[in-house]
């Protein structure tokens, strides 16, 4: 096993180098990390909660997605996961990326990706970050009011400006529409204000909203974009891209699939914006990218045992209360800021047994670090391990480290024919080693290596960077 998992490759990724372990699918899998990884820590009583991270995944994705929507480029909403192996890799793709902030550009172009690749998708932006995109020449940045357009104006007047209109579907797990997008009537007035100051409006962006769960959405927003475009026109303006923003599902059991939406979204373009009509087509996706290629295991800091005569006669109370070292305060955010739900797994390193009602707790002292309020489990000790997949999407980007509690970290893998793909060519990514069993540093190795780091940023170049 341990020859198959420890072939690794160092890459640069902008002034960082990652660590990725290549392997080979047909001899072992993302789990066989995962357990490699549980057993090296039980070995060296080492408890920290980890990440693995299939940049594999997010390769397979990128090649879904352009033979699901091959006229549609995708710009990557980086605030989904700012993570740097995901970020490389997909600069390595060759995507385009969604920044919504100074910084995430700042992360972008350090990867070597060049300023026609990202889009400022934010319709209220702070002026010092507009005065950044226009210094670094990031021309595309979305508008979906008249003050905006004024500071742009004055701040950034040759910028290629897009109009977000409000196509929200009402039942999306994140309601963007409540906040950002315009109107159709109040879209077609912004065009005539624009017009006036002479401002140089390319195209139209929607987001129907984050966890979409009605693919109809897409459908109406392509409708109203198309409205928008014929308006433009009649009074002298020229439109030439479209964005039809995020709101991809990046997990198997979302409310509904890539299928569905890409049902919807392909005919739509082909009736209101055909090939023959020359404009460009963009999409943010974040989660689509993002969601599965993470699986977080965390480990079991203590229990505590609910006596049947305390359980309530409803039986509805949990019998054994678990806490685990990352919460809703870390990696879980998810469950309130993105309403997710997650399910656990047990590490199959451990004899299947019977299952009991049970929760599962965060490290924090606030009674709201809640995991799961009731799940099934087979009885679990403290210092054993549980894991979670499909972590990606708008985890780790929000997590903090209430009460002192450290971020997991990064431990990047891909199959051997998805890393031919990430090898580095354009944007910076530069392969420095390859390291065999042989002569290379072994996983064990590496992981003897990130101890005594504390934050997740940190510990990721320390333990990735040998
Ligand atoms: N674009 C914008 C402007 C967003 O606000 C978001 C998410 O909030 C996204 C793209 C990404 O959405 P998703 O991760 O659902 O694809």
């Known amino acids: 096993?341990?020859?198959?998992?420890?072939?690794?490759?160092?890459?640069?990724?902008?002034?960082?180098?990652?660590?990725?372990?290549?392997?080979?699918?047909?001899?072992?899998?993302?789990?066989?990390?995962?357990?490699?990884?549980?057993?090296?820590?039980?070995?060296?009583?080492?408890?920290?909660?980890f990440y693995i991270v299939n940049l594999g995944d997010v390769v397979r994705k990128f090649h879904l997605w352009r033979e699901k929507l091959p006229r549609v480029e995708p710009f990557y909403a980086v605030k989904c996961n700012d993570d740097l192996g995901v970020l490389q890799t997909l600069a390595a793709l060759g995507t385009g990326f969604d920044c919504a902030s100074k910084a995430e550009i700042a992360k972008v172009m350090n990867l070597g990706v060049g300023p026609e690749r990202i889009i400022f998708a934010h319709p209220c932006k702070t002026a010092s970050h507009i005065n950044y995109?226009?210094?670094?020449?990031?021309?595309?940045?979305?508008?979906?009011?008249?003050?905006?357009?004024?500071?742009?104006?004055?701040?950034?007047?040759?910028?290629?400006?897009?109009?977000?209109?409000?196509?929200?579907?009402?039942?999306?797990?994140?309601?963007?529409?409540?906040?950002?997008?315009?109107?159709?009537p109040e879209a077609k007035r912004l065009l005539g204000v624009a017009k006036d100051l002479q401002l140089n409006v390319i195209g139209v962006s929607f987001h129907v909203g984050s966890g979409c769960t009605n693919a109809s959405a897409y459908g109406k927003a392509i409708s109203w974009a198309k409205e928008v475009f014929e308006h433009a026109e009649s009074i002298g303006m020229n439109l030439n891209m479209l964005d039809i923003g995020g709101g991809y599902p990046g997990q198997q059991g979302a409310p509904?699939?890539?299928?569905?939406?890409?049902?919807?979204?392909?005919?739509?373009?082909?009736?209101y914006f055909p090939q023959e009509s020359g404009v460009r087509i963009i999409a943010e996706p974040g989660r689509f990218f993002a969601a599965s290629a993470f699986t977080l295991c965390v480990n079991i800091v203590a229990k505590r045992v609910i006596e049947a005569d305390q359980v309530s006669q409803d039986e509805d109370g949990p019998k054994f209360m678990y806490y685990?070292?990352?919460?809703?305060?870390?990696?879980?955010?998810?469950?309130?800021?993105?309403?997710?739900?997650?399910?656990?797994?047990?590490?199959?390193?451990?004899?299947?047994?019977?299952l009991h009602r049970a929760s599962i707790w965060g490290p924090t002292c606030d009674g709201i670090d809640c995991i799961s309020a009731k799940c099934w489990l087979p009885e679990?000790?403290?210092?054993?391990?549980?894991?979670?997949?499909?972590?990606?999407?708008?985890?780790?980007?929000?997590?903090?480290?209430?009460?002192?509690?450290?971020?997991?970290?990064?431990?990047?893998?891909?199959?051997?024919?998805?890393?031919?793909?990430?090898?580095?060519?354009?944007?910076?990514?530069?392969?420095?080693?390859?390291?065999?069993?042989?002569?290379?540093?072994?996983?064990?190795?590496?992981?003897?290596?990130?101890?005594?780091?504390?934050?997740?940023?940190?510990?990721?170049?320390?333990?990735?960077?040998?």
């Open 133 to 184: 995109a226009a210094e670094h020449n990031v021309q595309m940045t979305t508008f979906d009011n008249e003050p905006e357009l004024h500071k742009i104006k004055r701040l950034f007047p040759q910028a290629e400006l897009v109009l977000r209109i409000r196509a929200d579907d009402p039942l999306a797990v994140c309601n963007l529409g409540i906040k950002f997008g315009a109107k159709l």
């Open 380 to 466: 679990m000790d403290s210092g054993q391990w549980l894991i979670f997949e499909d972590m990606g999407a708008y985890t780790c980007a929000a997590s903090s480290t209430f009460n002192g509690f450290s971020r997991p970290g990064m431990f990047y893998v891909a199959p051997q024919e998805a890393f031919e793909q990430v090898r580095p060519t354009t944007c910076g990514m530069t392969r420095t080693t390859s390291a065999s069993t042989d002569e290379g540093v072994s996983l064990e190795d590496h992981l003897m290596k990130e101890e005594s780091v504390t934050d997740g940023e940190e510990e990721m170049v320390m333990s990735c960077a040998m």
């Open 1 to 49: 096993l341990y020859s198959s998992l420890s072939n690794q490759e160092t890459v640069l990724a902008g002034d960082s180098s990652l660590t990725i372990y290549s392997f080979d699918t047909s001899q072992s899998s993302v789990q066989d990390f995962v357990n490699e990884h549980i057993k090296h820590s039980d070995l060296h009583g080492k408890d920290d909660a």
């Open 256 to 271: 509904i699939t890539f299928q569905e939406i890409v049902d919807e979204v392909s005919p739509a373009l082909d009736k």
């Open 324 to 354: 685990v070292n990352d919460g809703v305060y870390g990696s879980f955010n998810c469950l309130l800021y993105d309403h997710a739900t997650v399910d656990v797994k047990v590490p199959p390193i451990y004899v299947p047994s019977e």
